[in-house]
T-cell receptor
Framework: EDQVTQSPEALRLQEGESSSLNCSYTVSGLRGLFWYRQDPGKGPEFLFTLYSAGEEKEKERLKATLTKKESFLHITAPKPEDSATYLCAVREPNTDKLIFGTGTRLQVFP | DAGVTQSPTHLIKTRGQHVTLRCSPISGHKSVSWYQQVLGQGPQFIFQYYEKEERGRGNFPDRFSARQFPNYSSELNVNALLLGDSALYLC????????????FGQGTRLTVV
């Protein structure tokens, strides 16, 4: 069964303290791995799509990387405005259905 | 450009009632998907529609139904509401089937009492 597991469930960082979020997946034939940011009570905001092992994408303080079994979202020198829940998802083969993990709730303190 | 818009933003219903949620996709997007997100969990896939046809259905009871209109907007209907249907209902649009970069609306918060 296709599955996405994110860790840690919650992460507290001091402003400027870099860290990484993990997303491990099991899917028969990866057709895309997606990272979203979600603020409380809002819909997920699209961040990145990764398709093949070794691929990397960056946006401001965020960098997403992909291996054959997991993806990392690296946050460099985070700021309080980076506080949010970060969701990882994979596309189910032969469909457009996204299978989401439960997310990592990130809090960045000044 | 307007993003995905959903209405209403909040809704309170009583058990056993019926509810209709609405979604307008990004201009030019022809695929609409619906997700349910319970507090503390990731979104769960309910339906996908593309060119007015159902392309996918998640593991939800028949009380849940949806449709897509010629202008690509969509409605999600839920009958015989249960307390467990309380959740954030999200609509996502993408350019076409097979283009999975999905952009979400702000959601409709449904509370069943």
């Amino acid at each position: 069964e296709d599955q996405v597991t994110q860790s840690p469930e919650a992460l507290r960082l001091q402003e400027g303290e870099s860290s990484s979020l993990n997303c491990s997946y099991t899917v028969s034939g990866l057709r895309g791995l997606f990272w979203y940011r979600q603020d409380p009570g809002k819909g997920p905001e699209f961040l990145f799509t990764l398709y093949s092992a070794g691929e990397e994408k960056e946006k401001e303080r965020l960098k997403a990387t992909l291996t054959k079994k997991e993806s990392f979202l690296h946050i460099t020198a985070p700021k309080p405005e980076d506080s949010a829940t970060y969701l990882c998802a994979v596309r189910e083969p032969n469909t457009d259905k996204l299978i989401f993990g439960t997310g990592t709730r990130l809090q960045v303190f000044p | 450009d307007a993003g995905v818009t959903q209405s209403p933003t909040h809704l309170i219903k009583t058990r056993g009632q019926h509810v209709t949620l609405r979604c307008s996709p990004i201009s030019g997007h022809k695929s609409v998907s619906w997700y349910q997100q319970v507090l503390g969990q990731g979104p769960q896939f309910i339906f996908q529609y593309y060119e007015k046809e159902e392309r996918g259905r998640g593991n939800f009871p028949d009380r849940f139904s949806a449709r897509q209109f010629p202008n690509y907007s969509s409605e999600l209907n839920v009958n015989a509401l249960l307390l467990g249907d309380s959740a954030l209902y999200l609509c996502a649009s993408s350019l076409a089937s097979g283009r999975p970069e999905a952009f979400f609306g702000q959601g409709t918060r449904l509370t069943v009492v």
